[in-house]
């Protein structure tokens, strides 16, 4: 068996060795570097640019800005990622902004030079006269009545507003024995692949080609939106992923920086190659940040839920360069695992001068399930129940699924979880934890000084999302079998499950198994690597794509070995009569399948022995999580340890539980960070203030408690494989659960994430 | 702007002698990966923090992003290449491949160096010794969980 095996990756040797070819390690003949000039105002208009001194530095080759890139035919402003007619015109950022800067971080100006060294030095001597204009600084200032517009040409710091609901909610309010009133300020900061953005583009003039290797997510769409914005045929451009050092949400979008590259090295004749620092990451890296919750709930006497209404206000950014897609996550989201029969949440989506938003791993799901979570803890210590217990009586019952949500996600499909055991889940990872007996414990530590807290929380994140995810299987008359997808590889090991799924199918070993994803000159349709979605999408397409190629390697053998199909088997890269060594190597049937010139194919067949396959799904599959968190808080200093974490995750049929527990753990990692650490701060100029990964904290080995993964396998009835995806489940229940285990270690009610140790003492202070 | 003086530096990388002129500010970093064309060092922030980039440097950690290549004239550097033969790996990168201690694999490179160090001095660390060791970096996939249960396999493997 191969699936379902926790085999080693494919990928892994090569990175081992320092092997792995990064966007930074392309080097080319001639090749030129770019750096950025970038604006230190949140917001002002650009009355001049005085490029001279930085032309005549030795070693530079170019400083462009707006106008030369105009000049050039570049169009200057990006398209919006996901088109959609309920939005406003002229809402996306700008490939260099040509007379007004919206965030600190705004790229102005392009240096291009011998190196990186001097490109830098020339940066800094391009000579940029602002004229500021006041910042929107954050959500409430975007509210706030004659409150400064974002942007000179909007017309409303509002982006826009809409409403999800379904449901008798005045009713639900109305006839409800108790209702409890939250307000939730809640903060995600930014993805930090520890791999920055980069970009390396190479044209030539010849054949007026282009090729552009990218660390993105996307690679398809950044070939698109290439042609589109540089006035080239799409045919003569190619975009290639090289290996991805991490994404988390940083590289789903086509940038400006990406265009600028390519139109500098088209202008120049010359490669031209970009490496994002951390700085810039910080400044001009898309980043999730905050959302504001004013929420209710209607419980019954028994704590069954009756309601939940309320308004989420969105933080969009200066630009909007893909959709209002994470708000609408969260708010079609909230009711998570829970049946709930009324639902109504207002969005506001409000624009700020910072770096635009869009998702970051989890995607909106972790606000939501904060929120759902701590309506429910709120529900339990007003009503003096166990929060498992008021759990237990709200959450989807097994026996209910497929449970349809009266919601839409955004292909229009209803909402349907499509299985699990959420209430099953939950005492198993309560018995891992162990629940039942945590007040003795924390009683006995509560003797000896010690303040104990236990948390629990539910997520369920809709992964595989499609329409589809492209497959290719081929077997080469040299025997050599090969992967194809647009799915992208950004260290979540989809090589190797694409190769085990392959294999299963083929009777082949993964590790023989060429797997080539991410790539525009192979590969034509591609939507790319985001949502936890690429096990499921293209690894259906490639487990049909691959029985394809299975059938028809069983039918030319038949006919060759003259027996009856079903009497063969696939293995050890041969089609044989079971039970025998009569046989026929895939080589072999291979070759047949290639042709012989002017000889006929074997009768009945296509030539090659490959297929190609674009499974489709509007439904999403819908991974469930469990966690369950012990605590300790230190009152004086508001420290925080987790002592203890379990994670049960169901995601489906498991393809390599290797890595879905490796996914696992860097998923509850990246949600403690979003419960403790992780905050991108801002002055009242909306002037960024974390800038270095010394100010702005990322989880450490030190601080992460050893993760307890428990596996759980409901298969998705939604897709051939069963399988959902994994990629963010780990994240979206991490700081409720922290949270609620805060909140009980201190006794203190706490509404907002993260928490940092001076806001618990603070909090603590006011007790 | 005047130019910058150019300097003269020998560096023994993995074992063999590289000589090259240089600007005194080039970092060692950018020495290894542009100079060198040895580019499984990475950089991952440039200012210290995330460890991407460490090599050992006379046997000892350093930050390859923060350590000019002047510094490192007529000193002793190893690099994620110099773990193993070509086409190998050490017992070390093994487990780490046995253990699923790496995602993406832009951390590996530092986090094995550091690991390197660390086994070196401390030949049965325990699990609280390897999360020291590795505080000084930064991984976004993991959650050091197999990093650290890679390390204790290699250290385990290493005393049969």
Known sequence: MIVGTRTRRIEDPRLLRGAGRYAADIQLPGMLHAAFVRSPHAHALIRNIDLRAARDMPGVAAVLTAKELEAAGVRLRMPLGFPS?????????????????????????????????????????????????????????????????????????????????????????????????????????????????????????????????SSTQMAHDLWMTLAALLGMPDDRIRVSAPDVGGGFGAKFLVYPEEIAVAAAARLLGQPVKWIEDRMEHFVAAIQERDQLWDVEIAVDREAKIRGVRGRLVHDQGAYTPQST???????????????????????????????????????????????????????????????AEVRRRNLVPAAKMPYEKPLKNRAGAPIVLDSGDYAGGQEKGLAAIGYSDFAARKSAARAAGRHLGIGIAHGVKGTGRGPFESGTVRISPSGRVSVYSGALAMGQGIHTALAQICAAELGVAPQDIEVITGDTAYVSLGLGGFASRQLVTAGSSVQLAARQVRDKALKVAAQQLEAAESDLELADGE????????????????RLLRGVPGYSLPP??????????????DQLAYAHSFHACEVEVDTATGGVKILRYVALQDSGRLVNPLIVEGQVHGGVVHGIGNALYERMRFDEAAQPITTTLADYLLPTSTEVPRIEVLLHESPSPFNPLGAKGVGEGGTVPVAAAVIAAIEDAIGVPISEAPISPARIVELLADK | MKPPELRRVGVTVNGTLHERTIEPRLTLADFLREELQLTGTHLGCEHGVCGACTVLLEGHTARACLTLAVQANGKDVRTVEGLAPAGELNPLQTAFWDKHGLQCGYCTPGVLMTLTELLAAKPTPTEAEVREALSGHLCRCTGYQNIVAAALEAAARLQK
């Open chain 1, 85 to 213: 007619t309920m939005l406003p015109e002229n809402i996306t950022p700008f490939v260099l902004t040509p007379n007004e800067v919206c965030f600190v971080g705004e790229a102005v100006a392009m240096v291009v030079a011998e190196s990186r060294y001097v490109a830098e030095d020339a940066a800094a001597a391009v000579e940029v006269d602002y004229e500021p204009l006041p910042p929107v600084a954050d959500l409430e200032a975007a509210l706030a009545p004659g409150a400064p517009k974002v942007r000179r040409e909007a017309q409303s710091n509002m982006l826009t507003q809409f409403t999800i609901a379904y449901g008798d909610v005045p009713g639900a309010f109305a006839g409800a024995a108790h209702v409890f009133r939250e307000r939730l300020e809640q903060h995600r900061g930014a993805a930090h692949p520890i791999e920055g953005r980069g970009a390396v583009a190479r044209y030539e003039p010849g054949e007026d080609r282009l090729t552009v290797w």
């Open chain 1, 325 to 387: 897609n994470c708000a609408y996550n969260s708010a079609t989201s909230v009711t998570g695992p829970y049946i709930v029969p009324a639902y109504a949440l207002e969005v506001w989506a409000m624009q700020t001068n910072k770096v635009p938003t869009i998702p970051v791993r989890g995607a909106g799901y972790p606000q939501a399930c904060f929120t759902m979570e701590r309506l429910v803890d709120r529900v339990a210590r007003e009503l003096k129940l166990d929060r």
């Open chain 1, 575 to 590: 089609a044989r009569v079971a039970g025998t060594n009569r046989g026929m190597k895939l080589s072999a049937i291979a």
């Open chain 1, 604 to 617: 009945g067949v296509e030539p090659g022995l490959e297929a190609s396959v674009h499974w489709q799904t």
